[in-house]
């Protein structure tokens, strides 16, 4: 093999490296592969070792001029060698850091960040129990334009035509959109929001949301219930520049930290059934802020594109392997297919995508079971197995069909009845209850 011209590249050839020269020297605790900032490679070692891997990983065909030469040798405490946090640089690397797969744990790597750090922070748990309170459905895709705010919508009416609270969060903070529908025609939004919010927090905790929102009661939309409508901010010339002074970095005192604050206070204040949350598409800093956990069930969107999968396989992953490997179950999702055509053709085509959700799951989301009951994560996390065998499995996903009628209107009254009729949409609102109520059952046992 040739040199190594690329950064991923010669990441991978070092970490074979280093697989290699862990077997070589079993008493070493770990190592820590570092991609940093400035495109260069260098290593963290927990334990004693005798030959250094620097020869190794400055070989031309492994880290060639990639390799920093940098080794650090960590002194810290290191009994709980799995996920549990050390102390210092060691503390510093494993808040970020990823198990490699096939390497038991010895072998990790940590991508130093400027931006987007929700993407490799650990794993969370849900906000709160879904026993304690409500439930908190976030709504993705990886692209946008394919109908994830009209489906949230159709949702947000159906559960309020219920008799429900329902609490919409526009959290897609840099495309902003969602909560306008919910306005009559012709009326103004509020002049703060969730970016307000945030920005607020940083000098009072425990603001109250009532300011920053308004209550939709439009008995033509809502029935008997009610939708409180939490917009992003008032899009006038300075909402750039209030958006810019956020971080969504997984720090305290960051906006991640405010953002889970305002969905407690909207718990607390106004006592609704749902929350449902509208987030960023793609791999921005907002989507990682809504997917790290916090949410109870995630409905991911997409349609049966080659660019779309490969977006998906990084997403499910996130939400599935790498939470396994951290010994914690899979953040639970429902996948809908959407903009199905209504001809024969549809048909082919939802085929197509089930197949690919299938090798998807399968690949970056589903545990192995046998590695499930060595983890004693058998009876929490979908693995292989159950999912081959359950209906209503993740990976089956809903189909919504493409409605025209539904790509341009003033005021969501004029679609209201068709947003509530589409089969499609009464599946997954169907199937979002069904969860919820399964949830409440399930959750008399405590996950590990």
Known sequence: MGKVSHLAQASKQSCDALKTWLLQNPEVDRAVLIEDVVGTLSVAIWGKYEKSPAVALSLPEVGGRFWSGRIFTITEPSENIGVEPLLGLGKELMQTAQPVSEANHKLWIAHRFRSRGGWFSIPQHSIWNIRNGPSVVVFYSYKGGVGRSTALASVAIQLARDGQRVA???????????????????????????????????????????????????????GDGEIVVIPAGKLDPNYPARLSRLSFDPEPGTAQEHFSTLLKRVKDVFNPTWILVDARTGFTDMAAMTLTGIGHLHIVFGRGSKQTWQGLNIVFDHMGRQRLQFGLPQSECLLVHTMVPREEVGNQLHELFKEAAWECFSDHYYADDEDAKKSGLYDFAWTINDADQDGRAPHQSIRVQYYSGLADFSDLVQVSDRLVQEPGLIALTTRIREWSKEQLISSEGDIP
Do not use: H, K, Q
Request: charged share 20%.
């Open 168 to 222: 919409l969060v526009d959290a897609d903070l840099d495309a902003p959109g969602i909560a306008a529908s919910f306005l009559p025609e012709g009326a103004a939004l509020p002049e703060v929001g969730v970016v307000d919010y945030l920005l607020d927090s940083m000098t009072e905790a425990n603001l109250d949301p009532t300011p920053y929102s308004w209550t939709c009661r439009r008995p033509e939309l809502t």
